[in-house]
């Protein structure tokens, strides 16, 4: 064994056991309104330990903290007023998941004591309002984050705080909205900045091809396991998302037990370790909604929006060395579980008529955003003649001038001339630092914990050295053409299991 195993080794090992100790905040994320949603209530109860975990995981742009005590008369007739706009925003029910996270902490608990001074309460309810991590302690200075953080003064029926609420965000929602009425979605395609909501949503689509995967027993014979190995390991070195990169490294490494002699376990309940329970992307996900994938209509965008989106993220994470393998890897995802008919052939066909070997990432890169487009090309004459398409998201090709100006070189009506070096420039920008540019303000801030917060989850994979996967993949990466975790992985299943093979 080399020294660089030996160091790999013993980064896979702190991995292992980093992940048995899981936050709570993971469970109390996606419990919000699941389950029972009937008589569970939906703002989440907080208190002194899982306070700063919850605010600092929630996808949500907005939080509302109320704080109360359990003897108050008052807070309990406020209660239904705050449930009833708590269950437009909080869980897999909500009418506009994603926007405002609704909580509330008991200050009459002997132990939130600290929390509830923390935050000056003077009286109950007190409610206040702003970005989540602005609540989180040590989020900078204290008299500059209580400045961001504000009372809501006018919040004492149901109406009043979500008329409130919608001045703050310039929303029109309703107490009586449906689901997917009076939409408002990010639609806005000259904004630049909605991509980074999209890691959550990248996150969500891993989730869920992984789901589908399992309740189709889609990994069938050798060809599909290796297959799903392949994509899983470039899931591991270059997943936008840290728990994603986390979760899918444990499934490698733990391969051989979850899939033994190929026969992979499916069970999601009972036993501990089947792949069937794997979290892949850590355990509040999937949360059962998108947020830039978010379509004005409940079956449109979505699923596949987030693979398109996670697709164009991975190629713009990947080195030279590796693009053949992440096309090939792709193509035959694509090919063996991505379960649209019409989507796999269409594809399938796209990549056989590739026909040299790709050797430069940019080539992958603009390889990927050119066949979306391809596809784009063809679904605006279906959606047009069948009616199929969300309203507020007309296919286009893209990027559309108003996104990236320089990217055209000239354009007539039929004929769009690209300057690909451009594109390649946007592309990299746009799913890689601008992905991801919400968390660098998350990641200043600090946090001592050890556990994996959704900060780390967003660090780059071959810079984050301070933590043990982005450890043991920056040494991959570094070492092996494709990813010493792969090679490492795989010597360890031919220690095990000496004839089998699977190249
Ligand atoms: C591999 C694959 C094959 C598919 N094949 C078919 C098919 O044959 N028939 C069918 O009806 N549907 C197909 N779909 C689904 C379809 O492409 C869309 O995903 C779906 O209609 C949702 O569309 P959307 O408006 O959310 O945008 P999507 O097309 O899903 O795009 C998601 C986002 O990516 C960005 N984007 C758009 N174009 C590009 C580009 N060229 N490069 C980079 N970024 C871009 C935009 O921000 C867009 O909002 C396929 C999906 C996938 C993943
Ligand atoms: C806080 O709430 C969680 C989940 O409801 C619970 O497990 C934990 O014991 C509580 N902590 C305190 C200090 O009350
Ligand atoms: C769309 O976003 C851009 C950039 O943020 C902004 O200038 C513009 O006003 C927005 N348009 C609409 C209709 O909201
Ligand atoms: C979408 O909404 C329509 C009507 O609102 C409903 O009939 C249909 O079942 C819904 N579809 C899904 C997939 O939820």
Not at 27 to 51: C, H, M, P, W, Y
Not at 210 to 219: C, G, R, V, Y
Not at 322 to 334: N, P
Not at 464 to 488: D, M
């Amino acid at each position: 064994m080399s020294l660089v195993h030996l160091v790999l080794l013993a980064a896979l090992l702190s991995l292992v056991t980093a992940a048995s100790s899981s936050p709570g905040s993971r469970s109390i994320l996606r419990d919000i309104g699941g389950g029972n949603a009937d008589q569970k209530d939906k703002a989440v109860e907080l208190n002194s330990t899982n306070f700063d975990s919850v605010l600092h995981d929630t996808p949500a742009k907005y939080a509302v903290v109320e704080f109360f005590a359990h003897w108050c008369p008052a807070c309990r007739n406020y209660k239904p007023h705050y449930e009833k706009v708590a269950r437009l925003f909080n869980g897999p029910d909500a009418i506009h998941p994603g926007t405002v996270l609704m909580t509330r902490v008991d200050c009459a608990m002997k132990t939130n004591t600290k929390l509830c001074d923390r935050f000056d309460v003077s009286h109950y309810p007190m409610l206040f309002w702003g970005p989540p991590t602005k609540f989180v302690s040590g989020s900078g200075e204290p008299k500059k984050t209580k400045s961001e953080l504000l009372v809501i003064d006018d919040g004492r029926t149901a109406e009043r705080l979500l008329n409130w609420i919608n001045k703050q965000l310039g929303s029109s929602y309703g107490l009586d909205d449906q689901k997917f009425e009076n939409e408002h979605v990010m639609s806005n395609i000259t904004d630049y900045k909605q991509i980074s909501q999209a890691v959550y949503d990248i996150e969500e689509a891993t989730a869920v091809a992984f789901d589908i995967i399992i309740e189709h027993k889609a990994i069938k014979s050798s060809e599909t396991s290796a297959s799903f190995i392949r994509f899983i390991q470039l899931l591991a070195a270059h997943h936008p998302s840290r728990r994603c990169r986390k979760g899918t490294a444990e499934i490698l490494v733990n391969y051989d037990d979850l899939c033994p002699s190929g026969k992979c376990s499916y069970e999601v309940s009972g036993g501990k370790d089947t792949l069937g329970n794997f979290p892949i992307c850590g355990k509040d996900v999937p949360r059962g909604y998108y947020m830039f994938c978010r379509g004005s209509k409940n079956d449109t965008r979505g699923f596949s929006c987030g693979l398109w989106v996670l697709m164009h993220s991975l190629s713009v994470r990947i080195e030279d060395g590796e693009s053949h393998f992440a096309f090939t890897a792709l193509c035959d995802f694509v090919n063996n579980f991505f379960m649209c008919d019409e989507c796999r052939l269409h594809f399938n066909d796209m990549c056989l008529s590739v026909k040299t070997p790709f050797k430069k990432a940019r080539d992958f890169v603009l390889w990927v955003w050119s066949t979306h487009n391809k596809v784009n090309e063809r679904l605006i004459k279906d959606e047009a003649s069948l009616g199929t398409g969300d309203p507020k998201f007309p296919k286009m090709i893209w990027p559309p001038k108003e996104l990236c100006p320089s990217c055209y070189l000239s354009s007539s009506q039929k004929n769009i001339e690209w300057d690909e070096d451009q594109v390649y420039k946007f592309l990299k920008n746009y799913y890689g630092p601008k992905l991801i540019s919400l968390y660098k303000e998350k990641s200043v801030m600090g946090s001592k914990k050890e556990t994996i917060t959704a900060t780390e989850d967003m660090t780059v994979a071959t810079n984050a050295l301070v933590v043990p996967i982005g450890a043991a993949l920056a040494i991959a990466v570094a070492s092996c053409a494709f990813g010493a975790l792969a090679c490492y992985w795989r010597t360890q299943q031919k220690n095990r299991k000496p004839r089998r093979s699977w190249n």
